[in-house]
């Protein structure tokens, strides 16, 4: 029960007669252009912890988690 192969082109062509053809060429490869950005960093990011054994498995690169309780409400907050 799934999506035919002629649905799948009924589908194509629609967006081709939305967008055109050159639109969506330029969109693909904005499309690609971020997905290759993304793979770059994650690889800069795994790295980097690599290097620095302290900064690996800890959120923001090193920050510190500071816990706290709430003891009261302020009612005139602007």
């Known amino acids: 029960m ?3 192969i002629w649905q799948l082109l009924i589908i194509l ?17 904005d499309l690609g252009g971020a997905i290759k950005g993304f793979k770059h960093a ?11 054994p302290k900064l690996k498995g800890k959120p923001g690169n090193g920050g510190q988690v500071i816990d706290g309780e709430v003891t009261g409400k302020e009612k005139d907050r602007v």
């Open 2 to 4: 799934g999506i035919s």
């Open 42 to 52: 994650m690889r800069e990011g795994e790295e980097s912890a690599q290097e620095d």
């Open 13 to 29: 062509a629609i967006v081709l007669l939305l967008f055109g053809a050159k639109r969506l060429k330029n969109i693909g490869s």
